[in-house]
């Protein structure tokens, strides 16, 4: 059960300890994982048939998935019981969305009490002839964080969500320069970059349909490509695979 808290950090605390006790759990989610995490939301938009047949085949252990969600949840306690929270941080959300309980960890926020005035994801890559493309799954996870931050009651009026992807000297450049000047002024060379503002109806609509698979719903959904079903463990069974 939810409890009704004026204070956002005094909500994500108590969600935490709810989390930690085992109260905040949704028994009849699919393969009874009890809550989902953000990257499996990510994963539903590069192919949810391939993420269906990971949890089907066994490839996920679940008791390790939840030993690590409860040692993520001790950082959301060692943030929110702060007297007072300005500035850049890394903690996980914590919020209860169409009876699933969630749990996702952007990569920085700058906050300024309950006001979230940036938001960041990065990701670095190894070697790349051209720009890193950012994808659809990338765009849903920035939606859920901050729909997680609006459940929550933050104040997201003049938030901005940066997607960063590209090699790591660049990136970590750019997230200088953004933690410098609020804002990415410079061009790289090799560098993605897309920026969001909040949209709830846009992203109550795409986490909502994300959650109806998990919520039995309707089946998954296969997104099927030439590259992705030849890397894929499943091509040799799954129908939907292009071979």
């Known amino acids: 059960m939810v409890r009704k808290l004026s204070n956002p950090?005094?909500?994500?605390?108590?969600?935490?300890?709810?989390?930690?006790?085992?109260?905040?759990?949704?028994?009849?989610?699919?393969f009874n994982i009890g809550f989902l995490r953000g990257g499996e939301i990510k994963q539903q938009f590069y192919c949810e048939q391939r993420l269906h047949y990971q949890y089907l085949k066994g490839g996920v252990n679940l008791e390790i998935r939840e030993s690590i969600a409860r040692r993520i949840v001790s950082m959301v306690l060692g943030v929110s019981r702060k007297p007072k929270v300005t500035g850049w941080l890394r903690i996980p959300l914590i919020s209860v969305i169409d009876d699933v309980p969630l749990i996702s960890t952007p990569d920085a926020l700058l906050v300024e009490d309950t006001k979230v005035k940036l938001i960041v994801k990065a990701s670095t890559i190894t070697t790349s002839k051209t720009k890193p493309r950012i994808y659809e799954?990338?765009?849903?996870?920035?939606?859920?964080?901050?729909?997680?931050?609006?459940?929550?009651?933050?104040?997201?009026?003049?938030?901005r969500y940066y997607i960063v992807k590209g090699p790591s000297e660049e990136v970590f450049k750019a997230l200088i320069e953004l933690r410098n000047n609020g804002k990415i002024l410079n061009t790289y060379d090799n560098l993605s970059m897309y920026v969001l503002a909040h949209d709830e109806d846009y992203s109550r609509k795409i986490t909502s349909w994300a959650l109806a698979y998990w919520k039995k719903l309707r089946p998954p959904k296969p997104n099927p490509g030439k590259h992705k079903c030849t890397h894929c463990t499943y091509k040799d069974f799954c129908p939907y695979a292009i071979r």
Do not use: V
């Open 137 to 159: 799954g990338d765009k849903a996870l920035a939606y859920l964080h901050m729909l997680l931050l609006d459940e929550l009651g933050f104040n997201l009026n003049s938030t």
């Open 9 to 30: 950090w005094s909500k994500l605390e108590d969600l935490a300890e709810q989390f930690r006790n085992g109260d905040l759990r949704n028994p009849d989610l699919r």
